[in-house]
């Protein structure tokens, strides 16, 4: 047996600091650890089985819109990274190279992915001579190493796992509209199943990604008021067609650069999940992706109850395998530390079932998010339990959105950002110019970057927060990560 005595006060407290409550979150709750390799990390199995969860929410959507899966080569040799030349030069300071291999030095540098554009596109201009082999639609999970001075778990590591769609059109509006189509994927998904109301927007062209024509995204406000940049789906116009020779014959028989695009979300999702909804006890999951959305917990003081006890929480499983995600936690601890642990380790529902409830034929579910408990009848456990589960999403759905809500300001100057910064981080929206001087006032002046050019709300017309010319744009600026 082991004492519950301190157990949550292992994890920091949130408001005090909020990157080391972080870290212990994740560090105590076993979803990832430190690897021998400095900058990486182990993503450990109750980790991993979030992200298979939302890997499946992800790619169920992709191929709902006519995207297949392939696989491209982690190697990448320097001829190609050098194709597009905006494109190499936003990533060089991150990229690992190999000079070396098999006791013998390479004719040529081998770089190791820190995206894909390169290694794919150059296998699109083979396989695309015409129109009819557009448009395609291809998507790759796959690892991605970015050689980041200064790591964070989940966040920001020098090795993380990600998807990547690229896909070649026969028109610029046929591409644009591939661009937002894969944006609102993102936007759908994490709300539907992350329970992460989320913003979309345009980058601006400070911020969007090396090489595209316009980069466009989704942003999430975290639990500190920081900005976590949740999705982005990147439209390249002909740029990288013409760098790696992707045309095709028209049906009219001229010949043409075709458009392309590129979309990606990664495991720093994860990360988002657990600034979003975590709480001084430790993690809260959304119960669409969680790795188990009910966890049972027998209670039992000798073995004629716990045979009783087993007996029934064998019937609850079999009824409700294939309805949830169920675990049982027979472990030799205490009651009163397993609803500790599961509560830190974030399961939407704890399901009670001690002797008492066994004669009386239910059981006790308590919600994570609300801590309310509701004694149900086993018999009704199977329709109940969906419907607490969605529930708990809306509930975080609307708790995270109105965190946001209250988190936002309208601002007129790069003073008014200064000051409320002092107070509390958030975004602010604001008149801007479009000038990236004044987009860089801000960030020099503050530390908020321009998050982006939203697609809804804002004044249509005003004064530009730092130059005070007319502006006839509204961005959102906050510090993010």
């Known amino acids: 047996m ?3 005595s301190g157990f949550v006060d292992q994890i920091a407290d949130k408001s005090d600091d909020y990157s080391q409550w972080y870290t212990d979150v994740i560090l105590k709750t076993k979803l990832a650890d430190y690897s021998p390799v400095r900058g990486c990390m182990v993503i450990r199995p109750y980790g991993y089985a979030l992200w298979e969860n939302m890997q499946a929410g992800l790619d169920a959507r992709f191929k709902a819109t ?14 190609l990274m050098k194709k597009e030349a905006e494109h190499v030069a936003g990533f060089a300071p991150e990229l690992p190279w190999i000079t070396e291999a098999g006791g013998e030095k390479l004719e040529e540098r081998l770089a190791i992915r820190p995206t894909s554009e390169a290694i794919i596109l150059s296998m699109y201009s083979k396989w695309v001579q015409s129109w009819r082999d557009l448009p395609l639609l ?9 050689w980041e001075k200064r790591t964070y778990l989940f966040l920001r590591t020098r090795e993380f796992l990600w998807q990547e769609g690229h896909t070649v059109h026969r028109t610029e509006q ?18 539907t199943e992350l329970a992460m109301p989320v913003i979309r927007g345009r980058k601006s062209d400070a911020e969007k990604f090396a090489g595209a024509a316009a980069t466009f995204t989704v942003e999430a406000m975290m639990g500190d008021g920081k900005a976590l940049q949740a999705g982005t789906s990147h439209f390249f116009a002909q740029r990288f067609a013409e760098a790696f020779n992707i045309s095709f014959l028209d049906m009219d028989g001229e010949r043409r650069f075709a458009w392309t695009t590129s979309w990606g979300a990664s495991t720093r999702l994860i990360g988002g999940i657990i600034m979003m909804h975590g709480d001084d ?15 049972i917990v027998p209670i039992f003081r000798n073995d004629d109850e716990r045979s ?16 949830v995600r169920i675990h049982t936690d027979w472990s030799d601890n205490k009651p009163g530390w397993k609803y500790n642990e599961w509560e830190m380790r974030g399961a939407p529902l704890r399901l009670e079932v001690g002797p008492r409830d066994v004669d009386q034929g239910q059981a006790v579910a308590v919600r994570r998010d609300s801590r309310a408990k509701e004694s149900i009848p086993i018999a009704g456990l199977g329709q109940r339990l969906p419907e607490i ?6 509930s975080m759905l609307d708790r995270a959105r109105a965190f946001r809500d209250a988190h936002t300001w309208t601002v007129s100057s790069v003073d008014e950002i200064a000051e409320q910064m002092e107070k509390e981080r958030g975004f602010f929206w604001a008149p801007w110019c479009g000038s990236p001087m004044c987009e860089g006032a801000v960030k020099a002046k503050t530390g908020a970057t321009l998050r982006c050019i939203p697609f809804e709300g804002g004044d249509d017309k005003g004064l530009c927060l730092v130059c005070k010319a007319t502006a006839d744009q509204t961005a959102i600026f906050g510090r993010s990560y």
């Open 174 to 191: 046929e591409a644009m509209e591939e661009v937002l189509r894969m944006l609102d994927v993102y936007r759908e998904f994490a709300e």
């Open 138 to 146: 291809i998507n790759q999970w796959a690892n991605v190493v970015r």
């Open 308 to 323: 009783r006890v087993y007996e029934a929480v064998q019937a609850i499983t079999r009824d409700l395998t294939g309805a």
């Open 281 to 295: 006890s430790g993690l809260m999951m959304p119960p669409r992706v969680a790795p188990f959305q009910v966890v």
């Open 2 to 4: 082991t004492d519950v």
């Open 66 to 79: 006519g995207h297949v899966n392939a696989y491209f080569p982690l190697f990448i040799p320097e001829s």
């Open 389 to 394: 589960l969605d529930e708990v999403h809306r």
